[in-house]
């Protein structure tokens, strides 16, 4: 069985540790119709738009 020669301090191991836990950012995209931008694969959140993939989702009240 290996075992390791020296002990691994706990900084040595959180840094190790600490990069898979990265945070990303959502993918971003501008709408078609207000140009504005939005998460891919949702509505977009413009109250005067509310469309998603080139149709509108919800009326927009007048």
Do not use: F
């Not at 840094?15 to 119709?33: A, D, E, G, V």
């Not at 207000?34 to 007048?62: I, P």
């Amino acid at each position: 069985m290996i075992c390791p020669k020296r002990k691994t301090s706990k900084a040595r191991r959180d840094k190790r540790r600490r990069q898979t836990w990265k945070i990303s950012m959502p993918n971003l995209i501008t709408c078609s119709k207000c140009g504005q931008l939005a998460q891919s694969h949702r509505m977009c959140k413009n109250k005067d738009c509310r469309t998603y993939n080139g149709r509108e989702v919800l009326k927009v009240a007048e």
